[in-house]
Structures are given as C-alpha cells and as structure tokens.
C-alpha cells in the first residue's frame, strides 16, 4: 500500500526554540562597514540569532522549499541581475515574496543600486535594506566570520588565558594556587594576558575553542597582596591581546606526593570543552618551581607534538624500547 505523502511545510513556519545568543545588526554592519537603504527602526535593536546566511536565488525563481527567514540575505550581482531582467509584474511578485517572509535584513552587495519594489516592500514589511561595495563572496565570508564567533555556543570558566610563544594557554586550578603570579611572570617575560579569573570560551568550530575576557574586566588582573592592576597600562599595550585560540590547558594543583604526575609526556591526555577535545597537562605546585618557564616549555613541547615531533618518543626509540617514528 502506498503512503500519503507528507505534509510540506510552508517556508514560514521558523523554528520556536531560537539558540539563546544573538548579535545586533548595528554591530554587525559597524564592522563591516554597511550602509543603511532603509530600516523601519534603529539597527541597534534588531538580534540576528543565525550564524548561516542565504543568497536568496532559489527563493527569487519561485522555489520556497528548505527557506530559512531567520537568515541574513544576501543579494549579490547574480540576484540582481536576474530580478532586472523580468517584466514588472513578475519581478514585483518575487520581490514581495522575499520580503513577505520578513528576514531580519537583507544586504545588496557590489554598490548595485536598490530596486524600487525592494524599497516599496522593505517598508512595508518592516525589513532593514543595507548595502556594501564588497564583492559578494568576501563580504559573506567575512559576515559568516563574524557571525561564528558572536553566535558560537560558550561557556565562561574560572582561570586564565595567556598566549605563551603564539600558544594559547588557559590555566586552570583552585582560587591562590597562583594563576595570576604565573599570568605575570609571563607578562613580564614577553607574552600576553587575555583573560584573567573569569575566561569567556567560544566553539567557532567543530576543533577550535576561542577564549576572551569579559570587556568589563578586560586587561584588568588581580594580585593577591597587591589588588588590581591593568597590565595594559603598567606593562604596555604589547602585553596584552583581545582572543586567542585554546591550544593547552593547564591544571595547577599542590603537589601531592601520593599521585603519580607524568614524566615522560607519552601520554596525550585531553580536556573536553564545549565537544572539543583539548590536549591537557597537569603541573603539580611546589615552593622553589619556576611555573612561568614550566609554561613556557609546555607551550614550546605542544607546538612540537603538533609539529609531528615528540622528544619522549625520539628517547624511547634512542634507547631502543620503541620503533624510531622518524
């Protein structure tokens, strides 16, 4: 017996549950430098949730199936070009359809003037016109860039985040085991401060995790003793940077004399943050143990083992208890 086929859904039925972060459109057309066609209100207050834009040419020739009105909408040259070239009544028809469907906005890219009915149904369905003079292709890369780091999944963890010869560190441990000593000895030493005791961390991909600060306390690092300082003002602007990419975690902890720590660095133990798998060490606190070199020397190693290269298994080949991997 055959079954009914299914039901198809109209292209306006949007998903309910909406992932909780959003990005103004204000702050998106700041930086890539949009123009403003029109807007039926101030662009600071219009949240784009999607990371996925759409080039809207398929929708514009009269299929609506799979369309996504939650999307940014790109016209570029092709789309254009294409509505141009139809009689008026037509073209009127799949202009109304697009902006019937009320996207969050719309982008015509290449400086290509904006057609009369876009204007016409912009206004009335209440949707924002912006314009570039980007090709199509950069401008959405660079949009699809800034919309992966805005809207990715995040979770916000106590630590600190260094970038220690290009390698981005995050130390982890418990409150005065002496991860802001450790973050200014390295400072001092040439690297950089991201974030200090409250680290922003970012999926922008299925492997990258991308950490910050919070901008309220920003370049802002608190010493036990001390108090706050800004290491932007006492060590120079060179001494701090705004992101970097998680490559390391680092776990401080006290010694303890009963656990067995690694010697030898066979292992590759990983950390799960955000579904990304991050090689991770532990470093074991004691009086009289340089930490900031220990980093050091940890962020050298881990860019070697990423390399292909690793000095535990070049000795144990040496030595003759494994196969030489070179």
């Known amino acids: 017996m055959e079954r009914p086929p299914e039901k198809r859904r109209h292209p306006t039925e949007r998903v309910k549950n909406l992932p909780k972060f959003s990005v103004t459109l204000k702050k998106i057309a700041d930086q890539l430098h949009l123009e403003t066609a029109y ?68 982008i015509v890219t290449r400086s290509l003037p904006v057609l009369e009915e876009m204007l016409e149904f912009a206004k009335e369905y209440q949707v924002p016109i912006l314009c570039t003079n980007e ?107 705004v992101s970097e990419k998680v490559d390391l975690v680092v776990k401080l902890e006290p010694w303890d004399k009963t656990k067995n720590y690694s010697r030898t660095g066979l292992e590759s133990p990983t950390t799960d943050i955000l579904g990304v798998s991050i090689p991770c060490t532990e470093i074991p606190v004691m009086p009289g143990r340089n930490l900031a070199v220990i980093l050091e020397t940890a962020a050298i190693a881990n860019r070697q083992k990423k390399m292909g290269y690793n000095a535990a298994k070049e000795l144990m080949a040496r030595l003759g208890l494994e196969e030489d991997i070179t």
Request: glycine share 10%; proline share 5%.
């Open 39 to 106: 807007t039926p209100t101030d662009i600071s207050g219009i949240p784009i949730y999607t990371m996925d834009v759409n080039r809207p040419g398929l929708l514009l020739a009269g299929y609506d199936e799979y369309f996504d009105p939650t999307r940014l909408q790109i016209c570029g040259k092709a789309e254009m070009a294409y509505l141009e070239g139809l009689p008026e009544d037509l073209r009127r028809s799949h202009v109304h359809t697009l902006f019937a469907l009320r996207p969050p906005a719309v």
């Open 135 to 241: 090709n199509t292709s950069a401008m959405m890369s660079n949009l699809i860039s800034i919309l992966s780091v805005e809207l990715a999944p995040r979770v916000t963890r106590h630590g600190v985040l260094v970038e220690v010869y290009g390698e981005g560190i995050l130390i982890l441990g418990d409150s005065g085991v002496g991860k802001s000593e450790t973050a200014v000895e390295l400072v001092k030493r040439g690297h950089r401060l991201i974030a200090d005791d409250a680290v922003e961390l970012r999926r922008v991909s299925n492997r990258s995790i991308v950490g910050t600060s919070p901008e309220n306390i920003r370049h802002f690092i608190e010493l036990r003793g001390i108090g706050i300082v800004n290491v932007a003002r006492v060590f120079g602007i060179g001494a701090v940077k």
